[in-house]
């Protein structure tokens, strides 16, 4: 399939470096952030305009290469995992900011650019983009588009896909497709809530126009240290029943806050079973309300509370949190990030079952996560060298996210499915909707060779598992062969 | 509102009053109330499904004027009914198609919760799944979202009658390509909406009306200006000479952002915004035609005949026959005209989505034109 043919075709493309089929010079994009899984690409396309891009994948299309794009390479499910055959389709070289609307607050910018560059490039204006995975300074808008990243402030402001206005599309048939734009509607399905989210499964994404909003004026936050982690848990959602939508609502417990503690000094309590963070926002007026009532909540559930006034006790405080993951790789060679998410009414139990769970397989587990809506991080900590515990890990990590599914939530909440969860998949759909599934990307890509094999498990993947959901009895395609 | 959900649909609110209290200790969901027949709907899209015969989805039909379907078959989801989940802590909802909106809306105000979608309900009547299917958002979308931003998930029977379930009623999901909002706003013609969950909004602490004077023009530089200034506005209308702004939070919150507009004067008219959403101001009466336009953020819109919503990017004109501006779209309330998408290239892949959920085409024929232009 990947023959000299196809390599003169795309080398015609590009200019002669743009094309890297060397075996060391692709090595670097043998991965992405899922780093336990490797593969190298049959080659590797570094476009710098959209024009090249189109003359990749119609070379592609001819040759019937698969396509396999990447952004920064900094997802975290393995849905940038090149194809020993394929081609990988970088996109970081399309880095300029075409737009600022200050009339419309919206940005239009090539998907190769930063997700925090857009704020840097509009902070003077009063403005920001507001999702902001913590990869932020790596990540790229395409990378967000593809896996509807969210972040520590989608509670309040929600997600990619609420804050993205429109997209241009190119697919692997050579059509462009301009989805969505500056209305707030457009005749027809809405396409552009389908490609978000969409791992690079239906298209490739080479514009987007987001959303800018105003920089709110005030900001606190505050810090409430528990003695029960379930206490904790119940408390989210008090806070939420309370009629109080914080930016953002973070969760710690002790194994997390003294990995924390003994990696920035952030100053959290070490004795505590669990802290929240909870950071309001908005006008003065609006945050001295908040702030009153989050803490009347909080110390209603004997919670210890602190408030950070200051801009550098707030930058302090949320430091922790952002070195959550890092510390937690100083407690053990190896961790395991999960990424379910839960009902906040399940987050007390779930999180004592985690805790029973990891007794029981002896693995440790540190909890860092977006409390406030339900999205769980546990870090199941490991030792790549010790024998059997890679395997153990990813056990427990299954029966951790079945759990989610078992309480009615979701075995992603911002990381995608990519390879890593396409068994979860099976668990979580039954055949009727993966076949819908496939369906639908057919009607994008019917060649098949965008992304193949991510996101959305086969059916023939998920029957062998035996994890086969059966609605009503009725097995689609009666006709296959069951193992 | 209340007398409409009582009067027209007893038996999806009757008992509504055992499930309130119900929900608020529940941990789990709770099913039983209003009518759950979603086999025998299952069973009607899988009998068309076979026969080929076309199927017209149908509620309380107060959304007529926006197209209805010519089909040999009609399916009425008006009488599944019932709120299935609703759990105040996680500011979600899960309802049956054919709930009442006016039920849902009594729920939540009990709860001093709200669809942060507002959706119209035009001659006080409209159900939970016509809200989705059409996508229709009030006077508060540029601020609080549209339908599709708050969609969880959807159940519904695609055209070959398989009962399908997507989303959930997590907050954040990325498990499979996004289907319940693909469904939103496509007209049932991908699939029959059984129930869908949505996320809600806690209602502000206070909300005021703020009015002032102006022609199009000065009130299109203001709401300009304005959007990209941190206050709590929750919905603008400009019309017959006046601009009404809608601010929403703390009761300080909006005593500051009223002088910061410099529009000390208040409209005490709270019902103002429903009306405007159900077309029941008197602007909206009469025979003229009636034409919405969506304009792009940013872009002038300075007709002073028009009423002007959301910022300045929904406009409607009583005039019949009315020029998109560029890069916006318009669509005729009265008379009736179907959406059509012109595109040929977006016509094309739109086909191609209707053919992966409803091979046959039974589902709500004609009401949304693919033929590329």
Same mark, same amino acid.
């Given at each position: 399939?990947?023959?000299?043919?196809?390599?003169?075709?795309?080398?015609?493309?590009?200019?002669?470096?743009?094309?890297?089929?060397?075996?060391?010079?692709?090595?670097?994009?043998?991965?992405?952030?899922?780093?336990?899984?490797?593969?190298?690409?049959?080659?590797?396309?570094?476009?710098?305009?959209?024009?090249?891009?189109?003359?990749?994948?119609?070379?592609?299309?001819?040759?019937?290469?698969?396509?396999?794009?990447?952004?920064?390479?900094?997802?975290?499910?393995?849905?940038?995992?090149?194809?020993?055959?394929?081609?990988?389709?970088?996109?970081?070289?399309?880095?300029?900011?075409?737009?600022?609307?200050?009339?419309?607050?919206?940005?239009?910018?090539?998907?190769?650019?930063?997700?925090?560059?857009?704020?840097?490039?509009?902070?003077?204006?009063?403005?920001?983009?507001?999702?902001?995975?913590?990869?932020?300074?790596?990540?790229?808008?395409?990378?967000?588009?593809?896996?509807?990243?969210?972040?520590?402030?989608?509670?309040?402001?929600?997600?990619?896909?609420?804050?993205?206005?429109?997209?241009?599309?190119?697919?692997?048939?050579?059509?462009?497709?301009?989805?969505?734009?500056?209305?707030?509607?457009?005749?027809?399905?809405?396409?552009?809530?389908?490609?978000?989210?969409?791992?690079?499964?239906?298209?490739?994404?080479?514009?987007?126009?987001?959303?800018?909003?105003?920089?709110?004026?005030?900001?606190?936050?505050?810090?409430?240290?528990?003695?029960?982690?379930?206490?904790?848990?119940?408390?989210?959602?008090?806070?939420?029943?309370?009629?109080?939508?914080?930016?953002?609502?973070?969760?710690?417990?002790?194994?997390?806050?003294?990995?924390?503690?003994?990696?920035?000094?952030?100053?959290?309590?070490?004795?505590?079973?669990?802290?929240?963070?909870?950071?309001?926002?908005?006008?003065?007026?609006?945050?001295?309300?908040?702030?009153?009532?989050?803490?009347?909540?909080?110390?209603?559930?004997?919670?210890?509370?602190?408030?950070?006034?200051?801009?550098?006790?707030?930058?302090?405080?949320?430091?922790?949190?952002?070195?959550?993951?890092?510390?937690?790789?100083?407690?053990?060679?190896?961790?395991?990030?999960?990424?379910?998410?839960?009902?906040?009414?399940?987050?007390?139990?779930?999180?004592?079952?985690?805790?029973?769970?990891?007794?029981?397989?002896?693995?440790?587990?540190?909890?860092?996560?977006?409390?406030?809506?339900?999205?769980?991080?546990?870090?199941?900590?490991?030792?790549?060298?010790?024998?059997?515990?890679?395997?153990?890990?990813?056990?427990?990590?299954?029966?951790?996210?079945?759990?989610?599914?078992?309480?009615?939530?979701?075995?992603?909440?911002?990381?995608?499915?990519?390879?890593?969860?396409?068994?979860?998949?099976?668990?979580?759909?039954?055949?009727?909707?993966?076949?819908?599934?496939?369906?639908?990307?057919?009607?994008?890509?019917?060649?098949?060779?965008?992304?193949?094999?991510?996101?959305?498990?086969?059916?023939?993947?998920?029957?062998?598992?035996?994890?086969?959901?059966?609605?009503?009895?009725?097995?689609?395609?009666?006709?296959?062969?069951?193992? | 509102?209340?007398?409409?959900?009582?009067?027209?649909?007893?038996?999806?609110?009757?008992?509504?009053?055992?499930?309130?209290?119900?929900?608020?200790?529940?941990?789990?969901?709770?099913?039983?109330?209003?009518?759950?027949?979603?086999?025998?709907?299952?069973?009607?899209?899988?009998?068309?499904?076979? =026969?080929?015969? &076309? +199927?017209?989805?149908?509620?309380?039909? @107060?959304? !007529?004027? %926006?197209?209805?379907?010519? #089909? $040999?078959? /009609?399916?009425?989801?008006?009488?599944?009914?019932?709120?299935?989940?609703?759990?105040?802590?996680?500011?979600?909802?899960?309802?049956?198609?054919?709930?009442?909106?006016?039920?849902?809306?009594?729920?939540?105000?009990?709860?001093?919760?709200?669809?942060?979608?507002?959706?119209?309900?035009?001659?006080?009547?409209?159900?939970?799944?016509?809200?989705?299917?059409?996508?229709?958002?009030?006077?508060?979308?540029?601020?609080?979202?549209?339908?599709?931003?708050?969609?969880?998930?959807?159940?519904?029977?695609?055209?070959?009658?398989?009962?399908?379930?997507?989303?959930?009623?997590?907050?954040?999901?990325?498990?499979?390509?996004?289907?319940?909002?693909?469904?939103?706003? =496509?007209?049932? &013609? +991908?699939?029959?909406?059984?129930?869908? @969950?949505? !996320?809600? %909004?806690?209602?502000?602490? #206070? $909300?005021? /009306?703020?009015?002032?004077?102006?022609?199009?023009?000065?009130?299109?530089?203001?709401?300009?200006?304005?959007?990209?200034?941190?206050?709590?506005?929750?919905?603008?209308?400009?019309?017959?000479?006046?601009?009404?702004?809608?601010?929403?939070?703390?009761?300080?919150?909006?005593?500051?952002?009223?002088?910061?507009?410099?529009?000390?004067?208040?409209?005490?008219?709270?019902?103002?915004?429903?009306?405007?959403?159900?077309?029941?101001?008197?602007?909206?009466?009469?025979?003229?035609?009636?034409?919405?336009?969506?304009?792009?953020?940013?872009?002038?819109?300075?007709?002073?005949?028009?009423?002007?919503?959301?910022?300045?990017?929904?406009?409607?004109?009583?005039?019949?026959?009315?020029?998109?501006?560029?890069?916006?779209?318009?669509? @005729?309330? !009265?008379?009736?005209?179907?959406?059509?998408?012109?595109?040929?290239?977006?016509?094309?892949?739109?086909?191609?989505?209707?053919?992966?959920?409803?091979?046959?085409?039974?589902?709500?024929?004609?009401?949304?034109?693919?033929?590329?232009?």
């Amino acid at each position: 399939m990947t023959t000299r043919e196809a390599e003169t075709a795309l080398r015609a493309c590009l200019p002669r470096n743009d094309l890297v089929t060397d075996s060391a010079a692709v090595r670097p994009f043998e991965t992405d952030g899922l780093t336990a899984i490797r593969q190298k690409p049959w080659a590797v396309a570094l476009p710098e305009n959209v024009d090249q891009v189109r003359a990749v994948l119609s070379a592609c299309r001819e040759h019937g290469v698969p396509v396999v794009t990447r952004g920064a390479g900094t997802g975290l499910s393995g849905g940038a995992r090149p194809l020993a055959e394929g081609l990988l389709l970088v996109l970081s070289k399309l880095r300029s900011i075409r737009e600022i609307d200050l009339n419309a607050c919206t940005a239009t910018v090539e998907p190769g650019v930063t997700n925090l560059s857009i704020s840097q490039a509009v902070a003077r204006h009063g403005l920001f983009y507001a999702p902001d995975p913590s990869s932020q300074i790596a990540c790229s808008i395409g990378g967000n588009v593809a896996e509807n990243s969210g972040g520590v402030h989608c509670l309040k402001y929600g997600l990619t896909v609420h804050n993205v206005l429109g997209i241009r599309v190119q697919t692997f048939e050579g059509d462009e497709l301009v989805l969505g734009g500056k209305t707030h509607d457009s005749p027809g399905y809405d396409l552009l809530a389908a490609m978000v989210g969409s791992e690079g499964m239906l298209g490739v994404v080479t514009e987007v126009t987001v959303k800018l909003l105003p920089l709110p004026r005030a900001k606190r936050v505050l810090l409430a240290a528990f003695d029960d982690v379930e206490v904790a848990g119940d408390a989210v959602g008090a806070i939420i029943a309370a009629g109080i939508l914080p930016a953002g609502l973070e969760m710690m417990d002790r194994l997390a806050i003294n990995a924390a503690e003994d990696f920035v000094h952030a100053g959290y309590p070490r004795d505590a079973a669990a802290i929240l963070l909870c950071e309001v926002d908005g006008t003065e007026q609006e945050v001295q309300a908040d702030v009153a009532r989050v803490r009347d909540v909080l110390e209603a559930r004997g919670a210890r509370v602190t408030l950070a006034e200051t801009e550098p006790e707030q930058a302090r405080l949320w430091q922790g949190r952002k070195a959550a993951f890092p510390a937690a790789g100083r407690l053990a060679p190896d961790y395991y990030c999960m990424d379910g998410t839960i009902p906040r009414a399940e987050l007390g139990g779930v999180l004592r079952r985690i805790g029973e769970m990891s007794e029981e397989c002896g693995l440790a587990v540190a909890n860092v996560f977006h409390a406030g809506d339900g999205n769980l991080h546990p870090l199941i900590l490991y030792d790549s060298g010790a024998p059997g515990q890679l395997d153990q890990a990813e056990k427990l990590g299954g029966q951790i996210l079945s759990l989610c599914v078992q309480v009615g939530g979701t075995v992603t909440g911002e990381h995608g499915v990519g390879v890593e969860k396409l068994d979860t998949m099976c668990e979580q759909f039954g055949a009727l909707e993966l076949a819908q599934f496939h369906r639908l990307k057919e009607a994008f890509d019917p060649a098949g060779l965008m992304n193949p094999g991510k996101a959305i498990p086969t059916l023939a993947r998920c029957s062998e598992l035996g994890g086969m959901h059966v609605h009503g009895g009725e097995l689609p395609f009666p006709e296959l062969e069951r193992l | 509102m209340a007398a409409n959900c009582r009067s027209q649909n007893s038996s999806a609110c009757k008992g509504q009053g055992a499930f309130v209290a119900r929900a608020e200790g529940a941990a789990d969901i709770a099913s039983g109330e209003g009518r759950d027949d979603a086999e025998a709907v299952v069973a009607t899209v899988a009998e068309c499904a076979a =026969s080929g015969r &076309t +199927l017209a989805i149908t509620g309380h039909r @107060s959304k !007529r004027f %926006l197209g209805e379907a010519q #089909a $040999e078959e /009609t399916l009425s989801v008006a009488d599944y009914t019932g709120i299935m989940a609703h759990r105040p802590n996680e500011l979600v909802l899960t309802a049956r198609a054919g709930t009442p909106l006016a039920c849902i809306e009594r729920l939540l105000r009990a709860h001093r919760q709200m669809l942060p979608f507002d959706p119209p309900q035009f001659g006080g009547n409209g159900t939970f799944g016509g809200a989705i299917a059409t996508g229709l958002a009030g006077p508060g979308r540029p601020w609080r979202g549209g339908v599709r931003d708050s969609v969880l998930g959807v159940e519904i029977v695609n055209g070959k009658g398989e009962r399908l379930r997507f989303g959930g009623s997590v907050i954040k999901n990325v498990a499979g390509y996004d289907v319940s909002r693909l469904v939103t706003g =496509s007209f049932g &013609t +991908l699939g029959v909406i059984l129930s869908a @969950s949505v !996320r809600l %909004l806690p209602m502000p602490e #206070a $909300e005021q /009306t703020l009015v002032r004077e102006c022609d199009a023009a000065r009130a299109g530089r203001w709401l300009r200006a304005w959007s990209r200034w941190p206050l709590p506005i929750t919905a603008t209308c400009f019309e017959g000479g006046l601009l009404r702004v809608r601010v929403s939070g703390a009761q300080t919150a909006i005593a500051d952002a009223a002088m910061e507009l410099g529009m000390p004067m208040r409209d005490p008219n709270a019902a103002f915004w429903q009306r405007v959403r159900d077309h029941e101001h008197p602007w909206f009466h009469g025979y003229a035609p009636l034409t919405r336009i969506a304009i792009p953020r940013g872009t002038p819109f300075e007709r002073n005949d028009a009423l002007i919503e959301w910022g300045g990017t929904q406009a409607w004109l009583r005039e019949a026959d009315v020029a998109p501006p560029p890069e916006g779209h318009v669509r @005729s309330y !009265r008379p009736t005209a179907r959406t059509a998408v012109s595109n040929p290239a977006l016509a094309r892949y739109m086909q191609r989505i209707k053919e992966a959920f409803d091979p046959k085409a039974i589902l709500n024929p004609g009401l949304l034109q693919l033929d590329p232009a």
